[in-house]
């Protein structure tokens, strides 16, 4: 670990050289517009040292027929088992090699969860790509800015607003593999300062078996239905004061199977799971000369309901506010200063207690100096935290920046810690809980630079590094903060656009070890191996635009072999495996009939590859949508 500390050191190291030696910096002219705030500054994305990327409007809307974990999963460092499984089939991300549990869910920069999930963690399968305007992707330890959970970093997702003329409404209709079929509709506007958004969408699959299937048993089809609808207002009162306040509910009725390679078995009916999740709540802003403040909250609910063979019954409740100012004080300086308040809350049966409930309290700020010397940006940043039950911790970020060769060059780097606290189910949840759980912690050291020196082409190379103590595992005891992560990576980020083609590709690596601590102190290895996370992996897009109306493109993944396990319902243990490589080659073309009417056709797994994310749970061979958007008025 340490000649890593010193490859990253060395970076940042380089960058302070820049420093006495650049000259007048402007920015990465690529993303020169392109407006962030899941930084909660509003930067573009080209003014910040940290590591982001941006799944832009145009992309999601050439990307229809896709799921957001397969649409994500299209990112450097981002690998979601299950995202290429059945609809059904849980979505779990891990972000440079961290699981899901480590990289928040934001929806318009406020996070959401469930509470009672193992990890807190929130199910992908929740969101529809037709209620999503553009997904903002920032890696690295960003506690300082969200506090618990964002240990690897945070994915914000930005809903659809209202905008234009005062009314458009739209419909679409798709339909594909697997008998599935989806339709949504959509109306939005503005009039008189006020804007809005209300869309509609419903899916639903018959299906493949969710377990992979054994010997020449048939396994039966899991069917999933999802539906879902989204609300946003926004209301300006005035040139200095808006409110927006939103609604979001989904619905998921999903079969699942009992296991790894095991079918459902009942003879009553099926394994069948009711999840439904409501957020509501508000933004609202105030401006006045070089002030903003900005107040957030955020109610969410998340239930879900098993039937089946252990039929069991969960539900979340999470109320967060979060007020922040965003202070200028010059052309070069920045001031972010904000509170915090987060209070959760669980039903569950058979535990400690009916009804656990926990509240931290957070207060964060930070510090970005743009243009020092014309060429030099730095960020710094810390926040306090207060939880009910285990105390107080704190955080950091520290993160320069350095421009020259006329701004087509730049050095970056982050020093940071990041923290998760214990979740509700693991301080008293019914299967081994532990009140005197701990902050999990963690180090992040990043550093690499970024060549943009014209408006086509940009290369982003970053190397990283996370170092988790206090790591909470389940035992023979039930929870304990026992283990140690040393997790390391990198990533290439090359893209290129022109009239007629956009090029997007990636690599992306990840290595790691874990540890345990004995009651003496010592370090003891458990594994060398990242479970079911490629070390390598690659990706290219390529998009064709021979015209205004046509557009087509062919996106190539390649995910090298990774460790997996699995337990053996049979024998009552768990079994190790090495699982294979695999290649996975889609296709993507729309047409714009009229300035009105688009059809579409997507088709994924054209190699029709047969492989395993989890062992013992299917993927889809070669599958496909098509449809139709018509635009109404």
Known sequence: MKSRKIVVAAGLGLAQLAFATSASAQRDSVLREVV??????????????KVMSVIGKETIERSQGKSVPQLLSEQAGIYITGAQGNYGKDKTL???????????????????????????????????????????????????????????????IIT???????????????????????????VSGEVKGVSYNLNYSHLHSDGISEAKQMGSVVFDKDRFIQDGLSAWLGYKVNNKVSVNPFFQYQYIDSQFDNGAFS???????????????????????????????????????????????????????????????????????????????????????????????????SAYGSVAMKNLGQYFDLEIGGRANHHSDYGDNYT?????????????????????????????????????????????????????????????????????ERYLKDAITYGA???????????????IEPTFSSRYVDIKAFYAFVDGKSFTKTESGEKVLISEDLLRRPKHSVGVNLGLKP?????????????????????DDQTFNSVSLQQKAYQLLDLYGEYKYSSRLKLFLNVNNMLDEDYQEVAGYSTMGTNFMFGLNYVIK
Do not use: C
């Open 36 to 49: 962030v705030t899941s930084t909660k500054l509003d930067q573009k994305q080209s003014q910040t040292g």
């Open 94 to 156: 891990f972000l440079r090699g961290a699981g899901t549990a480590y990289t928040p869910i934001l929806i318009n920069g406020i996070q959401v969860n469930d509470p009672s999930a193992i990890g807190a963690t929130f199910d992908l399968r929740l969101l529809s790509t037709d209620q999503i305007e553009r997904i903002e992707i920032l890696r690295g330890g960003q506690a300082t800015l969200y506090g618990s959970d964002a240990v690897a970093g945070v994915i914000n």
């Open 160 to 186: 659809k607003k209202g905008n234009g003329a005062p009314l458009n409404a739209s419909i679409s209709a798709n339909g594909g593999s697997y008998g599935t079929y989806k339709g949504g509709a959509a």
């Open 263 to 361: 079918d459902d078995a009942l003879s009553a009916g099926k394994n069948v799971t009711y999840n439904n999740f409501l957020s509501t709540g508000l933004n609202s802003e105030f401006r006045t000369g070089l002030s903003k403040l900005t107040f957030n909250y955020n109610y969410s609910h998340t239930g879900r309901d098993y039937k089946g063979s252990f039929p069991s019954l969960f539900e979340g409740h999470m109320h967060l506010a979060d007020l922040f100012l965003n202070q200028r004080i010059s052309n070069k300086v920045q001031i972010l200063a904000g509170l915090e308040n987060r209070f959760t809350r669980v039903i569950q049966s058979g535990a400690e207690k009916a009804k656990p409930e926990a509240n931290l309290m």
């Open 396 to 464: 950091y970020s520290i993160t320069p920046s350095v421009n020259f060769f006329d701004g087509g060059f730049r050095l970056f780097g982050t020093v940071s810690s990041a923290f998760k606290a214990p979740t509700l189910t693991e301080l008293y949840g019914a299967f081994g809980s532990n009140p005197k759980l701990k902050p999990q912690e963690a180090n992040n050291y990043e550093a690499g630079f970024s060549v943009s020196p014209n408006n086509s082409f940009s290369l982003r190379i970053t190397g990283y």
């Open 477 to 491: 005891v039930g929870y304990e903060n026992v283990a140690i992560e040393d997790t390391w990576g990198a990533e």
């Open 547 to 567: 015209s205004s109306r046509f557009y087509s493109s062919i996106n190539f993944r390649n995910y090298g072999k990774r460790a997996d396990a699995y337990f």
